[in-house]
C-alpha cells in the first residue's frame, strides 16, 4: 500500500456521506484519502428506498427548509448523474373525497419549492386514469389520485460512481482498510490515524491536517475511539425494510405512494430494475449492525398494508428478497422521541481535537452535506479557501445519451464492458440464466470498481442480491471462479467465498 507521508483531508467511511466529502474534497484540489472497513456503500447506503426526493411527508410536518433543499439536491443530480437517475410518476390513491384537495394543494407547493429544477408539475386525476396508470391498484370507493414526479436512483452504484469521481480527480480510496486508532499530539489534537489492510493484516499509520468521521450509524465508534464527552447530539438508529417482487404486483412505470399507513409513516411500491420494491419500515434499534435483519413483524407490516391497495396480493412466497437499512437519525443525548418523530436532517459535530462527524442526512442531500462539511472544516482550520465545485461537477459515467437496459447504469463506461464482450465471447455468457448480468459486468467490476468479494460484486457492483437472493446465490460459484481468475487466488479461497455469501444470501430470503 502506498500512502502520501500527509494528506490535507482524511475520511473515515465509504457510504454517501463520506464518500460525497471526498469527492468535494478532492475536486476542490485538496489532497485527499477516503478508508472504508468493509465494501463502499455496504451499509445503510445500499439499503435505500432508492428514491431522490424532497420528502412528501417531511413538507407536511411543516419542515419547509428541508424540503426545499432535498428538492435542490434532487435537482442537480439529475443533472451531475443522469445514467443513474430516473424521473418517475408517483401516484396518491385517494379513497375519500377531501384526499384528492389535500394532497393536489399540497404537492403543488412541492412543484413549487423545486423551482427552476421541478422535474414537471403535478395533477389531479379521475379515478379512470389512476387505474389506467396503476392496473392492480383497487378500484372500490376509489374517489381521485394525485399525481406528482420525483427522482429514483440506484444507490450503489452512485457510491461506486463517487469512488471514481474521487480518483478522477486525484484523491485516494480504499475498501477494506478499517482505521484502528487515531493519533493525537501532545497538545491533544488529532493528527492522524493508525489503519489495518482487512485482506493483508498489515497496519499504517497516515496523517492528515483534517480528519472527518463519516461513518453514518457507526459515528458513535468513531467518537468513542476519539476519546468522546457527552455532547449534546447522539445517533440514533432506526431500521427500515424493503420487499422485493416481480413487476406483476405493479405493471406498468408508475409508482405507488401510500401517504399514511396504520404507524403513521409513508408506504411505497416503486418499480426498479423490472422488479417492484415494497417499503419501508421504521423500527428503533439499540446497537447497529452491518447486516440488520427483518423481523416477522416488519414484513407482515408491509404485505399487510400493500394487500389493502392491491388487487394482485403479495404473501411471504412471493418475495424474492428482503433487505434492511439503518437511517443514521441525529437526536439530542437522552431524546426518548419516536424514530419516526425525528429530523431526517444532519448535523455538524467538531469535537475537542479537531475530528469533524457529519452526523445524519440522507442520499438525497449528500452533496450539499459534503460542501457544508468541507467549509467548516477549511475556516476551523484556516486552509486555503478552495471554492466548491460539486454544484456542476460530473459524477464518473455521466453521459447525455442515457440508454435503457442493465448496462444503463454504467453510463460512459457501458461502451468499454461490451467491448470486453467483443474481445472474448465467453464474457458475454450471463451468470445467471434467468438474470441479464454477464460474466463481463464481474471482470469490469473487480479491475476497474474494486470489487474483492462475490458479495461485493452481487450485492453492489450489480444488485442481483436485492433483487433475486435465490439467483444470487446460485450465480455465487460463477462469480468466483471469476474473482479467482481475477485476484489469482486459490481454490480454498474461491469455495470460503461460496459458503460466505451463501449463507448471506440466506438472509435475504424469507422462509
Excluded at 427552476?116 to 391498484?137: N, Q
Aim: hydrophobic share 40%.
Amino acid at each position: 500500500m502506498k500512502l502520501t507521508p500527509k494528506y490535507d483531508f482524511l475520511v473515515i467511511g465509504g457510504g454517501a456521506s463520506g464518500l460525497g466529502v471526498a469527492v468535494d474534497s478532492a475536486s476542490r484540489g485538496y489532497r485527499t484519502i477516503l478508508f472504508e472497513s468493509k465494501d463502499f456503500a455496504k451499509g445503510t447506503s445500499s439499503r435505500s428506498t432508492k428514491l431522490v426526493h424532497g420528502g412528501v411527508r417531511y413538507l407536511a410536518q411543516g419542515n419547509v427548509k428541508l424540503v426545499k433543499e432535498a428538492l435542490r439536491e434532487r435537482g442537480l443530480m439529475s443533472k451531475n448523474a443522469p445514467h443513474l437517475f430516473r424521473n418517475l410518476d408517483f401516484v396518491i390513491p385517494n379513497y375519500d373525497w377531501w384526499g384528492g384537495v389535500f394532497y393536489g394543494v399540497g404537492l403543488k407547493v412541492y412543484d413549487l419549492l423545486s423551482g427552476r429544477l421541478s422535474l414537471g408539475k403535478s395533477e389531479l386525476i379521475g379515478s379512470k386514469k389512476v387505474a389506467s396508470r396503476i392496473s392492480t391498484l383497487k378500484m372500490r370507493s376509489l374517489k381521485s389520485g394525485v399525481v406528482f414526479k420525483d427522482g429514483q436512483f440506484d444507490d450503489s452504484r452512485l457510491a461506486i460512481n463517487l469512488a471514481q469521481t474521487v480518483a478522477d480527480h486525484g484523491g485516494t480510496v480504499l475498501n477494506y482498510t478499517k482505521v484502528i486508532d487515531v493519533i493525537k499530539n501532545e497538545a491533544g489534537l488529532l493528527v492522524g490515524v493508525k489503519i489495518r489492510d482487512e485482506e493483508s493484516g498489515h497496519e499504517y499509520e497516515v496523517f492528515s491536517d483534517v480528519i472527518i468521521n463519516a461513518t453514518g450509524v457507526f459515528a458513535n465508534k468513531i467518537l468513542k475511539m476519539n476519546g468522546r464527552k457527552k455532547t449534546a447530539l447522539k445517533v440514533v438508529p432506526s431500521q427500515g425494510v424493503h420487499l422485493v417482487l416481480d413487476k406483476k404486483f405493479l405493471p406498468g412505470s408508475n409508482a405507488l405512494m401510500i401517504p399514511k399507513t396504520s404507524d403513521g409513516r409513508v408506504l411505497f411500491a416503486i418499480p426498479w430494475h423490472e422488479k417492484v420494491i415494497l417499503g419501508t419500515t421504521d423500527t428503533p434499534i439499540n446497537k447497529p449492525v452491518y447486516e440488520p435483519v427483518a423481523t416477522d413483524q416488519e414484513v407482515d407490516f408491509i404485505l399487510k398494508t400493500a394487500s389493502e391497495y392491491l388487487t394482485v396480493q403479495p404473501v411471504r412466497s412471493d418475495v424474492r428478497s428482503v433487505f434492511a437499512g439503518l437511517r443514521p437519525l441525529v437526536a439530542p443525548e437522552g431524546d426518548k422521541s419516536n424514530t419516526k418523530e425525528i429530523s431526517r436532517g444532519h448535523q455538524i459535530l467538531i469535537s475537542e481535537t479537531g475530528l469533524i462527524s457529519i452526523l445524519g442526512g440522507k442520499w438525497t442531500t449528500y452533496r450539499q452535506m459534503a460542501e457544508e462539511v468541507m467549509n467548516t472544516a477549511i475556516n476551523q482550520n484556516g486552509l486555503d479557501k478552495n471554492p466548491c465545485k460539486t454544484r456542476s461537477l460530473n459524477i464518473h459515467g455521466f453521459t447525455e445519451s442515457v440508454q435503457n437496459g442493465p448496462y444503463s447504469v454504467y453510463g460512459s463506461d457501458a461502451d468499454k464492458i461490451r467491448e470486453l464482450e467483443s474481445c472474448d465471447a465467453h464474457l458475454s455468457k450471463p451468470i445467471h440464466n434467468s438474470h441479464p448480468y454477464t460474466l463481463a459486468q464481474v471482470v469490469w467490476a473487480v479491475r476497474e470498481e474494486m470489487a474483492r468479494t462475490v458479495e461485493d460484486v452481487l450485492a453492489r457492483r450489480i444488485r442481483l442480491l436485492f433483487l433475486d437472493a435465490r439467483a444470487a446465490s446460485e450465480a455465487a460459484v460463477t462469480v468466483a471462479g471469476i474473482l479467482a481468475a481475477e485476484l489469482g487466488k486459490n481454490e480454498d479461497w474461491k469455495q470460503r467465498q461460496v459458503e460466505e455469501f451463501s449463507a448471506l444470501a440466506n438472509q435475504y430470503i424469507l422462509n
